[in-house]
């Protein structure tokens, strides 16, 4: 019978293969962690520091250094980090070097809530705490604050975000009931009133038109309410 040593050959390189993996997983499990970072992703991480995430960690876990690896749970590490009110998501995993990483992404508010209780309201529409650490320059939110009139907020609040002239110039959004929103500027004294959340982009449009032209009458500070309440149309209440 004729050997075929090609097949031979393949048998033992898979052979040899494969216990060098068995053999590397086996070290590479029983490594111990050397080193922890916290990394934050996106822009203005301003609410939470790599020192307040490790002692959360210390403090809810333990302390993970010269851990083995495969004792180290990294799905409840991750889910004690993902509980901190000021973390939007975590991911956390093992280097092959035995560094435990975690990657975070901190929660961004729009909207600032000044009622009975005051807080932050972010980009996802929940409710988020103020901090000691940052306070964020974000429209204010005041009047009749209920769980209808915020969702109306957020609305608002998305769209100001979204638009560059908008966001850098309206500082308040006042409720004064269901449908009834008016905004506050930074610079100028008059009170926009917006109605209802309906047509904004048409509202908007309305009202940029209205004020590049005041602008260029010199005649902004000569209205006391502006009102985008009735279709295609801007109402302006002189002082």
């Not at 393949?10 to 590397?24: E, H, P, Q, V």
């Not at 520091?49 to 590490?77: F, M």
């Not at 092959?96 to 990483?101: F, K």
Request: net charge neutral; glycine share 6%.
């Amino acid at each position: 019978m004729r050997i075929n040593w090609n097949i031979v050959k393949l048998i033992f390189l898979s052979i040899c293969a494969t216990a060098l993996y068995g053999f590397s997983n086996h070290r590479n499990e029983n490594r111990k962690v050397e080193k922890v970072s916290f990394h934050f992703s996106g822009e203005n991480n301003v609410y939470l520091t790599e020192s307040a995430v490790n002692k959360l960690l210390i403090q809810s876990y333990g302390s993970v250094i010269n851990q083995p690896k495969e004792r180290v749970d990294l799905n409840t590490i991750e889910k004690l980090i993902q509980a901190n009110e000021m973390v939007r998501d975590a991911q956390v995993y093992l280097t092959v070097n035995g560094e435990l990483r975690s990657i975070i992404e901190q929660r961004q508010p729009i909207g600032r809530i000044e009622g009975t209780q005051k807080y932050y309201l972010d980009k996802d529409g929940r409710a988020m705490p103020l901090s000691r650490l940052h306070s964020a320059r974000v429209p204010i939110i005041t009047g009749h604050i209920t769980g209808e009139t915020l969702e109306d907020a957020y609305t608002i609040l998305n769209y100001i975000n979204a638009d560059d002239f908008l966001r850098k110039n309206v500082i308040g959004i006042h409720i004064e009931d269901i449908g009834k929103y008016q905004l506050k500027f930074r610079v100028n004294s008059f009170v926009v009133n917006l109605g209802d959340v309906n047509n904004l982009e048409e509202k908007f449009n309305n009202f940029k038109a209205f004020y590049a032209k005041a602008i260029k009458d010199d005649s902004l500070n000569n209205y006391q309410i502006v009102s985008l309440e009735f279709n295609d149309q801007v109402v302006c209440t002189k002082i």
